[in-house]
C-alpha cells in the first residue's frame, strides 16, 4: 500500500501562485508515476499533470500547461505542483495520485489508472 498525503491548497486572487505538496510513504518502490488530478463537485474528476517517477517524464492537460509545473522529489518521496497565473476555472478539489501500472497514451490521463489517492486539498482562485 501507498498513503498519500496533499497539502498547500488555500484562497488566493487570480493571478497568483501557490504550490501543492504530496508526501508519499509506505511501498513506494511500487510507484511507477504519479499526477496530479482535480475535481468540481458534480463533475468528473480531472487529470492536470503527471511524471514518471523515474525518469521523469512530464505530461500536462492543455488548459493548465504553461503555467502548472509538476515536479517530484524521489529521495524525499515528495511531489509537487507549482501553479502559477492562477484563474477562477481552476478552483477544485486537488487530489494527488499514485500508479504502480504501466499505461500508455491517454490511457494514462484518467483517473483509473491510477492505484492510490489522497485525500485532496481545496484550491479556490477569485477573480
Known amino acids: 500500500q501507498v498513503q498519500l498525503v496533499e497539502s498547500g491548497g488555500g484562497l488566493v486572487q487570480a493571478g497568483g501562485s501557490l504550490r501543492l505538496s504530496c508526501a508519499a510513504s509506505?511501498?513506494?518502490?511500487?510507484?511507477?508515476?504519479m499526477a496530479w488530478f482535480r475535481q468540481v463537485l458534480g463533475k468528473e474528476r480531472e487529470f492536470v499533470a503527471t511524471?514518471?517517477?523515474?525518469?521523469?517524464?512530464?505530461s500536462y492537460a492543455d488548459s493548465v500547461k504553461g503555467r502548472f509545473t509538476i515536479s517530484r522529489d524521489n529521495s524525499k518521496t515528495m511531489l509537487y505542483l507549482q501553479m502559477n497565473v492562477l484563474k477562477p476555472e481552476d478552483t477544485a478539489v486537488y487530489y494527488c495520485a499514485a500508479r504502480s501500472k504501466r499505461c500508455s497514451g491517454a490511457g494514462c490521463y484518467i483517473a483509473s489508472a491510477y492505484d492510490y489517492w489522497g485525500q485532496g486539498t481545496q484550491v479556490s482562485v477569485s477573480s
Open positions: 511524471v514518471g517517477w523515474y525518469g521523469g517524464l512530464t
Open positions: 509506505g511501498r513506494t518502490f511500487n510507484i511507477n508515476a
